[in-house]
C-alpha cells in the first residue's frame, strides 16, 4: 500500500494507564444532555428584534406560478419583511452539485409544499399565521408522481449509467437455473427528533454569521456567500451540534440558512428560521425509493453464475445528491457475493416531488437488500437454507466487485460462521421448522444477512478534512476539526485520538463548535467517515506541534529526540519527565509554538466514474445479524424475536459510542423495512406528513432480545488506530429483519417460493404476502 | 395567574389564552431544556412532570397544554429535576448518562422526564419502562440503552423528584389569575355561565386533540373555556346498576378503574396514545371531537353505554352513545350543549367481552380497526351480541347484520364463518395513509374470527400468547 501523503506513520495501538483509546467514554456532551443544558441553534437566546421566517408553498406538484399576491401578508400583524425569488440578490440555485434547486420557487414550480416566498416577522406564530394569506395561483401541469411512470416515460434527472463486469447476459444463458424478480421499496424521512433550522447575525462587515443544525457547515457557508452575492469570507457558518441529521442535514439545511441569512442581511437584524414538523416534512428530501430488478443465473447448488439488475432510484424533482446516492446503491448491489458476471443498471428517476437526498446508508441500503432479496430466492429455487447459498456466494480475497475493485480483505466467511454458531442458527433454524409444522396462527421466520460496505465518499475530492489543535499554557487542550456533531460521538472519539497522541489526560481536551472560519473547506459529515478523516487530520496536527515539542524537549532533558516519550499525562526522555502542563509552560517560555493545524486526504482510492472500473473505497466494513420474528397470519402483525448481531469496527475507539451506533442504526433500518411508510396521493401531496401518520419504531420495536458484539479485528487499512467506520453499515443489518419476515411467510407455502413482500413490510403487506403464499398453489 | 415552575413561583399574566406551555417554558420562563420535536404530542420531546397540589407528578406534552390549564399547579422541567447531589443530578440523569442512553441528545430530556414520572411512582420492571416511554420517540439510539437506564436508576442515592414543589404550590392561590380570555371553571353551574356569556367559546378539556388546531394551523382562539377543572365532571360514579364517568375524566384514571373490570379494556387503552397523552386525554374529548377512528366510542357501543348531555340553559338529556355520532366529525351536539358524563350499565360490563386493536406500529398510534365485542351467553347458545368497530366507517359502528347472525345462535363454525363473512360485507370502508380498504375488510372479519373463538374456546390468540422458542 502507497505511503500516507500528509502524516507519518499511524503509532500502533499502546495500552496505558491513561490511553483513552478503545475505552467506552461517554459522549462529550452526556452529562449536558440529560440536564437540558446541551445548546441546540432553537434554544439560543433570541434578541428584542429578532425575526422569525416561514415559507408559503406552491400548491401544485408541477406547474407555473401565474400570480402572487403578498398585500395582505405585508400588512399581517408582525411582518416586517417579505421575499420571493426576484429578492435574492445572488445566485438564488443552492444545489449541491448539480444546478436545480431554487431557493424560493421562481416562476417553475417543482413540486407540492415547495417554498414560493418567504416572510420574516416578530414571532414563530406571527410568521405562520401570514404566509397563510398570501394568494397564489398556479398553472398546473401533468406531474409524474410514480415511479413507475417515471421510469416508463424515462423521466430522468441525470443519465443512465452502469456497471459491467465479464458477460453477464451470455453467463445467463448458460447457466443451468434462472430466476427474476423485482423489488418497490419505499423511502424514508429522516426524523431527526430537531428539525431544520438556522440563525443568522448580520455582522458589522455587511456578512452573516450563520448558527445552523448542518452536517456540511462549508456548503452552508458557501451557499448563504453565493445567495447574498458575497465573497465566502464574509460569512461563517458555526455548528455545535444537531439534534440528529443522518444524511437530512447535508444539504437539506442550506434552505433554512439561506433564508435567515437573506433577511439578517436585508433587515439587519437577528434572524431565526425553524422548519416546523409538518414543513419540515414536506419541504425537505428523504431517502429515495427505488424500483429494482434482478436476473440471477446459478446452478443447482445457488452458486451465481451471473447477474443483471436495474435499479431505478426516485430522485425526486432535482438531482441534488443522487448521483452518488443511485451509484452507491450500484456499489451494494453485489452486498457481498462475487456476482461473477454482472451488468448493474442505475437509473436515475425524475418525479414531481421533493428532491430526494441523503440517508445514512446513501443508497446503499437500496442496493443491498436487492442482492439479499435475490439470494433468498435462489436458496428457495434449489431449495437449500438461505445462509448455506450465502455462504457458498461469499467474496473471497482476490475476486472482483462489478466495479473493479479487488477484494483485499475477506472478513465475512469467519464473521457469519462464528454468528451462526454464537447465536445457534441451526439448531433454532430446525426447532423453527418443527414449530411452523405445528402451528398455523403463529409461524416463525429466521435469517442471517450480512453487510459489507464501502468506506470512502465516492466523489474523490471530498475525502480530506481538517482539524486545529491549541495547546494553552496550563496544559489544557483546545481541538477543533472539520466534522460536525450530531450524535454519532464523533467530538468524543477525535478527543480520544488526540489524547492517546499526545499521551494525556481525556478531560485536558475541549472540543468546540464546527466554524468555518477555524477549518475551511470541510467536507460533509458524511459517509461514515467522521472520525476517520477527522481522526487522521487531528492526530497530523498532533504530531506538527509534537515535533517542536520533541526538539524542546530533546534540548531540555539532554537526550535524543527519539527518546522523548508523551505518555501519562508526563513528557519525558529516559528516566526524566515532566507533568505535561509544566513541560507546556516551559516549552511556551521557550517561544515554541502549541498549536499547529493538521491535514488529512484518504490514500489510494481511485475510481473512474467514466470507465466504471477503478478503486472507489479505502476499505469495507462488514458485519452480520440473524434475525428471528414471528407473524400472526390473523392480522399479518408480528414481532422481532431475537436479534444477534457481529460486527467489524477494526479497533474501536469507543466500544460504547460503537455498540450505540450498531443497536441505533439498526433500529432505523428496522423502521425503515416496517413501520415507516411514506405515502403520496395522486396530486404529489405527502400525506404522510406528521408523526401522527408516520411511525418510527419506539421501545416496544426493539428485538425481544437484542445481542450485539463486535468482531474482534484490527482493519487490515492504515485507518485512525486501525479503527473502521461505523455511522452508516449497521443499519443494514436490519435486512436480516426483513429476510426473517419473509422467510416466516414463505412457510405458509413450504418455501417453495417467497411472496412478494416491498419495504417497508408494514403488517398489512405481511398479511397479504402470507395471503399470496397460502394461495401459492396457482404459481 | 402564577404557576411554580422548578420550585420557583412565576407570573404568566399578560400571556395569550392560547399560548402553549411549552412555548411559555422555553421563550418567556427562559427555559430551553425542553425540546419541541413535533408540537403535535407524538414525540414526547417535550415532556413535563405536572402536579397539583397534593398530587403525584404526572408526565404531560408541554406542546400541547395550554398554560391555562396549569395555573396553580407545579411543572418540573429537566432544569429542575433534583436529587441528592443537587440539580442536575437525578438518579435517572445519571442512570441515563451510565448507560450512554443519549446519542444527539435532542429527545433525552423528554425521556428523563418520562423516566422521572415512573421514578415518582417507583415503577419497576420493562412493561413498566416501556409503557412509560412508549410517547417518546428517540432516533438515535434504538432505546435498548434507555431501557436499561429505566432498570438501573433504582440503584442510585433515592432522590425526591420535585423537591419542596409541593409545599411551594400548596402554598399558592389555585385559581389564581389566568391569562385574560382563559376560562376554566371549577363547577357546572360556572361552566353554564360562561357558556350563555361566551356562545363562541372554544372548548377545550385535556387539549390532546383541541390544541393541534393551535400548534398545526396557528389558530388564536380567543376566549378559551377549559373543562378540565369542573368537579363534577372529574367525578367518577361507581354506582351498583351503572358506571358513570364524568367527561372530563383522563385516560390515566379509567386505567385504574377497568383494572379489574375489564382487563381487555385496559390492555387496549396501553395503547391508546401515551402515558403523556393518557394523562390529559379525556373520555368526553374522544366522544365529541367525532372522529371515526377513536378508540373510546367502539366499546362503549358494545356495552350500551349512554351519552349525557347538558346545555349552556342547564337542560340535560340523554342518549344511547350509538345515536350521538352523526357522519364524519359529526355529532349531535347543539351550540352551547357538552358532553357531562357517559353511563355504562354494569350488566353490560360484565358480559364476556374482547377489545382488540389493529394498528401500523404497536405502540401510541391511531387504529386501523377496533373491534370490541360483548355477548351474553345462555348455555349452548349466544344471547344478545354487540360487535362494534372503529375505523370501518365515517363513524364509530355496530355491525347489525353481523349482531343478528349471532344473537341466538350457536357459535359452531359456520356461524363464526357467516359471522365474519358478514363482517366484511356489510363495510366500504376508505383506503387512506394507515391501510388500504381491502385490509380493513380483512381486518374486520379476522379480528371478529378471533374474538370469537376466544370466546368459545378459552384460549388466547394474541401473537404474544405465543411461547417462546426452544431449540
Ligand atoms: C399523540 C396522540 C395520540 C393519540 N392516540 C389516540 C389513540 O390511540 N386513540 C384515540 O382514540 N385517540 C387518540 N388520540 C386522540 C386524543 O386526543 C383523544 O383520544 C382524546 O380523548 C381527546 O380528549 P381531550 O380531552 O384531550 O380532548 P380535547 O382536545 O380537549 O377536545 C377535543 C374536542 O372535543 C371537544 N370537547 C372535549 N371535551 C368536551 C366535552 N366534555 N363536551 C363537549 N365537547 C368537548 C373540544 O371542544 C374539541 O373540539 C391521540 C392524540 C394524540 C395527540
Ligand atoms: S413536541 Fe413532540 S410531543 Fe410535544
Ligand atoms: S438521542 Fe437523538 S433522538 Fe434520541
Redesign the pocket.
Given at each position: 500500500m502507497r505511503k500516507l501523503a500528509a502524516q507519518g506513520p499511524v503509532p500502533p495501538a499502546r495500552e496505558g494507564a491513561t490511553d483513552p483509546v478503545g475505552r467506552g467514554l461517554p459522549q462529550d456532551s452526556a452529562w449536558r444532555h440529560v440536564a437540558g443544558t446541551a445548546v441546540y441553534v432553537d434554544d439560543m437566546p433570541t434578541y428584542p428584534n429578532q425575526l422569525h421566517v416561514a415559507t408559503g408553498r406552491a400548491t401544485v406538484a408541477r406547474g407555473r406560478l401565474t400570480r402572487l399576491d403578498l398585500s395582505r401578508v405585508r400588512s399581517a400583524p408582525g411582518v416586517v419583511d417579505v421575499v420571493c425569488a426576484a429578492d435574492i440578490p445572488g445566485n438564488g440555485d443552492i444545489a449541491p452539485v448539480f444546478d436545480g434547486d431554487p431557493l424560493l420557487a421562481d416562476g417553475e414550480l417543482l413540486y407540492l409544499g415547495q417554498p414560493v416566498f418567504a416572510v420574516a416577522a416578530t414571532s414563530f406564530e406571527a410568521a405562520q399565521q401570514a404566509v397563510t394569506l398570501a394568494e397564489i395561483d398556479c398553472e398546473p401541469l401533468e406531474a409524474i408522481v410514480a415511479l413507475t411512470a417515471a421510469v416508463e416515460s424515462e423521466y430522468y434527472v441525470l443519465p443512465p449509467h452502469e456497471f459491467c463486469l465479464r458477460e453477464p447476459e451470455a453467463a445467463l444463458l448458460a447457466a443451468p437455473l434462472s430466476l427474476g424478480g423485482e423489488l418497490h421499496m419505499a423511502g424514508q424521512e429522516h426524523f431527526y427528533l430537531e428539525g431544520q433550522v438556522a440563525t443568522a447575525e448580520p455582522t458589522e462587515e455587511g456578512g452573516v454569521h450563520v448558527y445552523s443544525s448542518s452536517q456540511h457547515p462549508s456548503e452552508v457557508q458557501k451557499l448563504v456567500a453565493g445567495v447574498l452575492g458575497l465573497p465566502i469570507h464574509a460569512v461563517q457558518a458555526e455548528v455545535r451540534r444537531m439534534g440528529g441529521g443522518f444524511g437530512g442535514k447535508e444539504s437539506q439545511a442550506a434552505m433554512p440558512a439561506c433564508l435567515a441569512a437573506l433577511f439578517a442581511v436585508r433587515t439587519r437584524r437577528p434572524v431565526r428560521h425553524r422548519l416546523p414538523r409538518r414543513d419540515d416534512m414536506v419541504q425537505t428530501g428523504k431517502r429515495h425509493p427505488f424500483w429494482n430488478r434482478y436476473r440471477a443465473g446459478f446452478d443447482e447448488q445457488g452458486r451465481l453464475h451471473g447477474v443483471t439488475m436495474r435499479l431505478a432510484g426516485d430522485c425526486g424533482c432535482s438531482p441534488d445528491l443522487s448521483q452518488g446516492i443511485v451509484d452507491r446503491a450500484m456499489f451494494h448491489a453485489d452486498n457481498a457475493y462475487n456476482l461473477q458476471a454482472a451488468r448493474i443498471q442505475g437509473v436515475y428517476c425524475r418525479t414531481d416531488k421533493v428532491s430526494n437526498t441523503a440517508f445514512r446508508g446513501f443508497g446503499g441500503p437500496q442496493g443491498l437488500i436487492t442482492a439479499e432479496a435475490m439470494l433468498d430466492d435462489v436458496a428457495r429455487r434449489v431449495g437449500r437454507d438461505p445462509l448455506d447459498v450465502r455462504l457458498d456466494n461469499l467474496y473471497a480475497e482476490g475476486d472482483l466487485t462489478p466495479y473493479g475493485q479487488p477484494i483485499e480483505e475477506s472478513v465475512l466467511p469467519d464473521l457469519m460462521r462464528q454468528l451462526a454458531d454464537d447465536c445457534d442458527y441451526r439448531a433454532r433454524r430446525e426447532a423453527i421448522a418443527r414449530f411452523n409444522g405445528e402451528n398455523n396462527d403463529v409461524r416463525r421466520g429466521l435469517a442471517l444477512t450480512p453487510v459489507k460496505f464501502g468506506i470512502s465518499f465516492t466523489a474523490k475530492h471530498l475525502n480530506q478534512a481538517g482539524a486545529l489543535v491549541h495547546i494553552y499554557t496550563d496544559g489544557s487542550i483546545h481541538l477543533n476539526h472539520g466534522g460536525t456533531e450530531m450524535g454519532q460521538g464523533l467530538h468524543t472519539k477525535v478527543a480520544q485520538v488526540v489524547a492517546r497522541a499526545l499521551g494525556v489526560r481525556f478531560e485536558r481536551i475541549l472540543v468546540s463548535a464546527t466554524r468555518t472560519d477555524k477549518v475551511p473547506n470541510t467536507s460533509p459529515t458524511a459517509a461514515s467517515s467522521g472520525a476517520d478523516m477527522n481522526g487522521m487530520a487531528a492526530l497530523n496536527a498532533c504530531n506538527r506541534i509534537k515535533r517542536g515539542l520533541v526538539a524542546f524537549a530533546a534540548e531540555h532533558f539532554g537526550c535524543d529526540e527519539g527518546e522523548v516519550v508523551f505518555a501519562d499525562d508526563r513528557v519525558g526522555a529516559g528516566g526524566d519527565s515532566l507533568p505535561f502542563e509544566a513541560f507546556i509552560k516551559l516549552a511556551y517560555l521557550a517561544r515554541v509554538s502549541l498549536s499547529a493545524n493538521g491535514f488529512y486526504r484518504t490514500p489510494v482510492i481511485d475510481f473512474d466514474r467514466d470507465a466504471a472500473w477503478g478503486r472507489p473505497f479505502y476499505y469495507f466494513a462488514n458485519g452480520a445479524a440473524c434475525s428471528q420474528v414471528r407473524v400472526s397470519a390473523l392480522t399479518g402483525e408480528y414481532r422481532v424475536e431475537r436479534v444477534d448481531i457481529l460486527h467489524d469496527v477494526g479497533d474501536s475507539l469507543n466500544p460504547a459510542i460503537d455498540l450505540g451506533q450498531i443497536e441505533g442504526g439498526f433500529v432505523q433500518g428496522l423502521g425503515w423495512l416496517t413501520t415507516e411508510e411514506l405515502a403520496w396521493d395522486d396530486t404529489g401531496r405527502l400525506v404522510s406528513d406528521s408523526p401522527?401518520n408516520y411511525k418510527i419504531p419506539t421501545a416496544f420495536d426493539l428485538p425481544e432480545a437484542f445481542n450485539v458484539r463486535l468482531f474482534d479485528r484490527a482493519n487490515h487499512a492504515e485507518t485512525i488506530y486501525r479503527s473502521k467506520a461505523v455511522g452508516e453499515p449497521p443499519l443494514m443489518l436490519a435486512v436480516s429483519s426483513w429476510c426473517a419476515l419473509r422467510d416466516a411467510c414463505a412457510s405458509f407455502c413450504d418455501y417453495r417460493f417467497n411472496p412478494r413482500l416491498d419495504p417497508p413490510a408494514t403488517p398489512e403487506r405481511v398479511y397479504w404476502a402470507i395471503e399470496e403464499a397460502r394461495a401459492g398453489g396457482d404459481r | 395567574m402564577q404557576l411554580t415552575v422548578n420550585g420557583v413561583p412565576i407570573d404568566a399574566t399578560g400571556s395569550a389564552p392560547s399560548q402553549t406551555l411549552l412555548r411559555f417554558l422555553r421563550t418567556r420562563a427562559g427555559l430551553p431544556g425542553t425540546k419541541e420535536g413535533c408540537a403535535?404530542?407524538?414525540c414526547g420531546a417535550c415532556t413535563v412532570l405536572l402536579a397539583g397540589p397534593g398530587e403525584a407528578p404526572r408526565a404531560v406534552n408541554s406542546c400541547?397544554t395550554l398554560l391555562g390549564s396549569v395555573a396553580g399547579e407545579t411543572v418540573v422541567t429537566v432544569e429542575g429535576l433534583a436529587g441528592s447531589e443537587g440539580p442536575g443530578r437525578h438518579p435517572v440523569q445519571a442512570a441515563m448518562v451510565d448507560c450512554h442512553g443519549s446519542q444527539c441528545g435532542f429527545c433525552t430530556p423528554g425521556f428523563v422526564m418520562s423516566l422521572a414520572g415512573l421514578y415518582a411512582a417507583d415503577g419497576r420492571g420493562d412493561d413498566a419502562i416501556r409503557e412509560a416511554i412508549a410517547?417518546n420517540l428517540c432516533r438515535c439510539t434504538g432505546y435498548r440503552p434507555i431501557l436499561e437506564a429505566g432498570r438501573r436508576m433504582y440503584d442510585y442515592p433515592p432522590a425526591p423528584v420535585v423537591p419542596e414543589c409541593g409545599a411551594l404550590a400548596a402554598g399558592l392561590n389555585h385559581s389564581g389569575a389566568l391569562p385574560a380570555g382563559y376560562h376554566r371553571p371549577r363547577d357546572e353551574a360556572a361552566l353554564q355561565r360562561l357558556l350563555r356569556e361566551y356562545p363562541k367559546a372554544?372548548?377545550?378539556?385535556?387539549?390532546?386533540?383541541?390544541?393541534?388546531e393551535l400548534t398545526q394551523r396557528y389558530a388564536a382562539p380567543d376566549p378559551v373555556l377549559d373543562?378540565?377543572a369542573v368537579a363534577e365532571?372529574c367525578t367518577i360514579d361507581d354506582g351498583t346498576d351503572a358506571l358513570r364517568l364524568g367527561?372530563?375524566v383522563p385516560?390515566s384514571r379509567l386505567e385504574q378503574l377497568f383494572a379489574t373490570l375489564s382487563p381487555p379494556l385496559v390492555a387496549m387503552l396501553e395503547?391508546?396514545?401515551?402515558r403523556q397523552?393518557r394523562n390529559?386525554?379525556?373520555?368526553?374529548?374522544?366522544l365529541?371531537?367525532g372522529?371515526p377512528?377513536?378508540?373510546?366510542p367502539p366499546v362503549l357501543l358494545a356495552w350500551d353505554a349512554t351519552v349525557e348531555l347538558a346545555g349552556a340553559d342547564g337542560g340535560r338529556r340523554s342518549i344511547p352513545v350509538a345515536a350521538f355520532h352523526r357522519g364524519y366529525r359529526d355529532t349531535v351536539?347543539a351550540p352551547g350543549?357538552?358532553?357531562?358524563a357517559v353511563t355504562i350499565p354494569r350488566a353490560a360490563l360484565a358480559r364476556p367481552h374482547r377489545i382488540f386493536k389493529l394498528s401500523k406500529r404497536f405502540e401510541?398510534?391511531?387504529?386501523t380497526v377496533l373491534l370490541a365485542v360483548s355477548m351474553e351467553r345462555e348455555g349452548e347458545r349466544l344471547g344478545a351480541a354487540r360487535v362494534a368497530y372503529g375505523g370501518m366507517a365515517a363513524t364509530p359502528l355496530r355491525a347489525a347484520a353481523v349482531e343478528e347472525i349471532l344473537t341466538g345462535a350457536t357459535l359452531d363454525d359456520a356461524t363464526i364463518e357467516r359471522a365474519c363473512a358478514a363482517a366484511t360485507a356489510v363495510f366500504t370502508p376508505i383506503d387512506d395513509v394507515r391501510a388500504s380498504a381491502a385490509y380493513r375488510r380483512a381486518m374486520a372479519a379476522a379480528l371478529l374470527r378471533r374474538a370469537l373463538r376466544e370466546l368459545r374456546e378459552g384460549v388466547d390468540l394474541d401473537i404474544d400468547a405465543v411461547e417462546a422458542l426452544h431449540a
Open positions: 401522527a | 403535535s404530542g407524538d400541547i410517547g372554544w372548548l377545550v378539556a385535556g387539549g390532546t386533540d383541541a390544541v393541534l373543562l378540565s365532571l367527561a372530563a385516560y395503547r391508546l396514545g401515551s397523552i390529559r386525554g379525556t373520555l368526553g374529548g374522544n365529541a371531537n372522529s377512528i377513536a378508540d373510546m351536539l350543549e357538552y358532553v357531562a401510541d398510534d391511531i387504529s
